[in-house]
């Protein structure tokens, strides 16, 4: 049953009714389309049917009402400026059925070419091509194929297999060598297998074909592979896809047609000049698929000078118009250039940098524009390792940089077996000749991927470079054989299993294991390779756009940081501060036996010995911290998990002590751990004797830590250094529990530094959901929240991370229960609010509260935006994610004020 439409509900836009601004209406092919409409570009007539249409079908599984009147009323104008009819015998009008969606997903959902061709009209579409039978019956064999997949689910390896037999008997390899009698047969036996999958004829009525392509479009909008690909991609599932129907050109007419795609700069390194692919006499699916290797777009002037020299005036206009990197689809039919699409390019992390810098040094866009165009999650990409090449160290072939990164792993050729190894926890890379989107999933779950075929504008390197995932294509030196699961190159067969390493920058292949060494981008932040010093116009890029987010953001980063090590480290990334010093890890190694004496301490006097072991290693650690860190914030959270994970395991210790008494061995030492590990078993660790309920419990346990902390810290003041510790109570549900340990750490603190002043916080970690919600009142006795967003997020679910991740998140995702698991992202609606309220109610109760966060969303990108418009003063991250924490915070200054060039 078809939905209501309202009195004012338009469905159907005209080219030249749209533009750029009206993706979310018309999405980005078509909003686009209308915008090179607008400018006057060389675009086949057609028009958009918006994704309010697509949604109405989805929500009813039929056209809106209306929506067949509209199209009907639309066609006829397109008929009319083409001069001809849809499938009309004699001098047809074909059209072409495209997606498109707000936001890329390439290859994810439907296209459909040819409609409108019949057994009648394709030997009129033969006369209007001046007797090229063979373009004829080559359109029409594409269009069964495509609508037989696409329409009907007919399997496509139906179609491949018949191509393929069809080679094989003439005896070639290439589609070209078939003539117009070879596609003839072609074609009735593609119509033979369309009818065996779907009980009936093709259909030969024109407007049936274009009813059904476009429901077909809109239906691919939940295909298992565009929901994937949403999902990997953080793209609402709510959008909907337009749908394009534009008026058929042909690059299959003979050697002067063609089609190609190009790039308004390199999209795997940023730097200028001309990129792109073309084919002469083939159709763009033929580029897009990778099926025919490519020649460069350079080679086009060769071909057809005007026409080249027309595209490249058009591509520096188009750049020019967006003020970015264009993605540029185009055929030429019989010398004529024609613009098919044009998008803000897919570009690698790399060149995402160096085009937003180069961009700025031409004058069109600012540095706050820049900011905004890149993001953490490709910095965190720039920040992977390298191959270390030695000089006995030679590839074994050479295919096309697709997407960079170095990629080593076990050679797989099917995607269904890419995920089965990966989720064994084995690094793999996927080979095919070419991919499609069916592997998607394989594509995701790869280190990398290689194909024998395509170009830099094949589906596996496009979608590569949205992933971040590194992609060596067309090597065509190798012979893949999918279904003996091998390939074979300069002599040598490489099976399913065997390691291969692929480097997406230079294309090349190595077989084994080649060892990797650290980004020009890591050594950058480290402080090995200055911005001046290398020739490198990424590491100035980053720099560039490093110094302006620092001069922009609010929020501080710190970072978790244990050791002096690891502390040095962060500082070199530019951390500032400590956010989260694990004490708890400070108790590991050589110091366990301490703690085990600690816990079996029967006696204060034995409980007072085993601290005071403990209070000058504790000591040592915290002055080689402080030392790392002079001059900045250091966050010590006092010990804060069960003490039981200090011991052996139970049923472990059990069977040791059992099989010891069997045999008649001594065993007391034993047999006192065994029954300490009994009394301090719980069914619930994490809900129990943990935080700051050790402290109150365990005397002198926090005492200890409060006194090797502050005498660390006078230790290094009096060295002529400038700590600045801050102490942080762990799992503080009530004021009065903070109030307690709070009371015996002032006395400490005050004995310690009597001598040598030393200004000492004392705060709280935020991680109960009660503390959220009393935060007023804690605040009262807290200097500072920490809010510790992993045990908030465990609570506020009622989930327990380490058993849940594995067990059934996995379909929660797939419900869409999650949009991405909340311990990789703050969950805002639940979670933070919690933090908002905290941050908020204890601000009101202590105006200079000052709040920050060290759970593991303080170096999520999308975590730190929320953070920021929460008002949180810093984030806490691990060392490696510190940059990535100081470019999304400028960020979030950026997109929050907005700026004036966009």
């Known amino acids: 049953m078809a939905s209501q439409q309202t009195s004012e509900q338009k469905y159907v836009y005209d080219f030249a009714e749209g533009n750029r601004d009206l993706k979310d209406l018309l999405g980005g092919k078509g909003a686009n389309l209308a915008e090179m409409t607008n400018l006057g570009l060389p675009v086949p007539p057609g028009f958009t049917i918006s994704t309010q249409a697509c949604k109405a079908f ?26 001809k009819r849809l499938g009309e015998p004699a001098d047809p009008l074909l059209v072409s059925v495209r997606s498109g969606a707000k936001f890329s997903m390439p290859g994810m959902m439907e296209t459909v070419l040819n409609v409108g061709l019949n057994d009648a009209s394709v030997e009129g579409l033969a006369a209007q091509a001046g007797g090229n039978e063979r373009f004829a019956w080559d359109s029409y064999r594409r269009l069964i194929q495509m609508f037989g997949k696409t329409v009907c689910d007919v399997p496509g390896e139906e179609f491949e297999h018949a191509l393929e037999h069809a080679k094989q008997a003439k005896g070639t390899t290439d589609d ?5 009698g070879d596609l003839r047969a072609l074609v009735d036996a593609y119509k033979t297998i369309f009818t065996k999958h779907t009980g009936r004829d093709f259909p030969q009525a024109p407007l049936e074909q274009l009813e059904l392509a476009i429901n077909a479009v809109f239906e691919s909008w939940n295909a298992d592979r565009a929901v994937l690909y949403r999902r990997q991609e953080r793209i609402p599932a709510d959008l909907g896809t337009a749908v394009n129907v534009v008026a058929m050109v042909f690059g299959n007419l003979g050697a002067d047609s063609g089609t190609g795609v190009a790039f308004t700069r390199d999209p795997a390194s940023g730097a200028q000049g001309i990129y792109g692919d073309y084919l002469a006499n083939a159709q763009g699916e033929d580029v897009v698929a990778g099926i025919r290797n490519t020649i460069p777009l350079q080679r086009l002037e ?9 595209l490249l005036a058009i591509m520096a206009r188009l750049e020019e118009h967006y003020r970015d990197l264009c993605d540029i689809e185009f055929t030429i039919e019989r010398g004529k250039l024609w613009m098919l699409q044009t998008r803000v390019g897919k570009r690698t992390a790399a060149a995402a940098f160096v085009i937003a810098a180069q961009l700025v040094d031409e004058g069109l866009i600012d540095l706050d524009e820049a900011l905004h165009r890149v993001n953490g999650a490709q910095l965190a990409q720039l920040m992977f390792p390298r191959f270390k090449l030695g000089p006995d160290l030679t590839p074994v072939a050479q295919g096309i940089g697709a997407s960079p990164g170095a990629a080593v792993g076990k050679v797989v050729f099917e ?16 080979v095919r000749r070419e991919t499609n989107p069916d592997d998607l999933p394989g594509m995701i779950a790869s280190r990398g991927i290689l194909t024998s075929r395509g170009g830099k504008t094949s589906h596996a390197a496009v979608v590569a470079r949205g992933m971040g995932k590194t992609c060596v294509c067309g090597a065509d030196a190798l012979d893949v054989d999918v ?39 890591v050594r950058y932040f480290e402080g090995s390779v200055g911005p001046d010093e290398a020739d490198d116009a990424l590491v100035a890029a980053v720099h560039r756009i490093m110094t302006h987010a620092d001069g922009r953001r609010r929020l501080r980063v710190r970072t978790n940081a244990d050791t002096g090590p690891d502390a040095a480290r962060a500082r070199r990334f530019g951390a500032e501060g400590i956010g989260l010093c694990r004490t708890e890890h400070m108790f590991l190694g050589d110091r366990r036996e301490l703690v085990e004496r600690l816990i079996l301490a029967r006696a204060d006097d034995e409980r007072k010995a085993a601290l005071a072991d403990l209070l000058p290693l504790q000591r040592a650690d915290f002055v080689e911290i402080f030392r790392e860190m002079d001059g900045l914030p250091v966050t010590v959270r006092l010990i804060d998990p069960p003490l039981h994970e200090f011991l052996p395991s139970l049923e472990e210790l059990a069977v040791h002590v059992a099989v010891a008494q069997e045999r008649g061995e001594p065993a007391a030492k034993d047999e006192a751990m065994l029954d300490a590990v009994r009394r301090m078993h719980e069914q619930n660790p994490m809900l129990g004797l943990r935080g700051v309920r050790l402290g109150l419990v365990i005397p002198g346990l926090f005492a200890m830590q409060v006194r090797a902390i502050v005498e660390a810290a006078v230790e290094c003041a009096r060295g002529g250094g400038d700590p600045r510790p801050e102490i942080m109570v762990p799992l503080v549900g009530a004021v009065q529990e903070l109030e307690t340990v709070r009371t015996e750490a002032e006395k400490i603190i005050a004995e310690v530094t009597r001598e040598q002043a030393v200004d000492v916080l004392i705060g709280t970690m935020i991680e109960v959901p009660r503390a959220a919600l009393t935060s007023g009142q804690i605040a009262e006795a807290a200097e500072f929240f920490s809010f510790g967003t992993n045990d908030l997020t465990q609570m506020g679910w009622g989930f327990s991370r380490d058993d849940v991740e594995g067990a059934f998140f996995w379909r929660y995702l797939e419900l ?87």
């Open 58 to 83: 989805l929500s009813t599984g039929a056209q809106p009402d209306g929506l067949a009147e509209e199209i009907a009323a639309h066609l006829s104008t397109l008929e009319e400026a083409m001069g």
């Open 176 to 180: 070209l060598d078939l003539d117009a």
């Open 302 to 310: 060769e071909l057809n000078k005007p026409a080249y020299d027309e």
């Open 415 to 430: 995607g269904r077996r890419a995920v089965e190894l990966a989720d064994a926890g084995e690094d793999v890379i996927l």
């Open 483 to 521: 279904r003996e699961r091998r390939f074979t190159v300069d002599g040598r067969t490489v099976h399913e299993g065997d390691v291969v390493s692929i480097d997406g920058t230079t294309g090349r292949i190595y077989l084994g294991e080649v060892p990797v060494w650290p980004s020009e981008v």
């Open 816 to 902: 869409g229960i999650f949009g991405i698991s909340p311990f990789e992202s703050i969950d805002r609606d639940g979670v933070g609010r919690l933090v908002r309220i905290a941050s908020e109610e204890g601000r009101a109760a202590r105006p200079g509260l000052k709040l920050g966060v060290c759970g593991e969303h303080g170096g999520d990108p999308d975590s730190v935006h929320f953070f920021h418009e929460v008002g949180l003063d810093y984030v806490s991250c691990s060392p490696f994610r510190v940059p990535v924490a100081r470019l999304e915070a400028g960020r979030a200054v950026v997109e929050t004020a907005g700026s004036d060039s966009r």
